[in-house]
């Protein structure tokens, strides 16, 4: 069983930046692809990006590459999302996710279906 908690949301004005954490509990991560997902209001949840801890590849999506990074820390079980020049369409609930198979795909990490584990949320505004 992995348990995966994100903190850092909160409300920002536009322009800003936040840093999102996500601490995973219960295995080991060397292998894991880890994802970060949002979710606005009536919105279907979309990727953001992801890293493979094992060989630190990561993948963005093109409307964040730009403005976010993500990061893992695997000896601290721990991913990272820094976002800056934060707009108010950014404004989300932000998961974190993990796919334990421990293969890279980058055709497939853009996929909810590709993860086994799902955070809660943190909720991100932006103030415009």
């Known amino acids: 069983q992995v348990t995966l908690v994100e903190s850092g949301g909160g409300l920002v004005q536009a322009g800003g930046s936040l840093r999102l954490s996500c601490v995973a509990s219960?295995?080991?991560?060397?292998?894991?692809?880890m994802a970060w997902f949002r979710q606005a209001p009536g919105k279907e949840r979309q990727f953001v990006a992801a890293v493979n801890w094992n060989g630190g590849s990561t993948y963005a999506a093109d409307s964040v590459k730009d403005r976010y990074t993500i990061s893992g820390d695997s000896a601290k079980n721990m991913v990272f999302l820094q976002m800056n020049s934060l707009k108010p369409e950014d404004t989300a609930v932000y998961y974190c996710?993990?796919?334990?198979?421990?293969?890279?795909?980058?055709?497939?990490?853009?996929?909810?279906?590709?993860?086994?584990?799902w955070g809660q949320g943190t909720q991100v505004t932006v103030s415009s």
């Open positions: 219960g295995r080991a991560f060397s292998k894991y692809v």
């Open positions: 996710a993990a796919d334990i198979s421990g293969r890279w795909t980058p055709g497939l990490v853009k996929f909810i279906s590709t993860y086994d584990y």
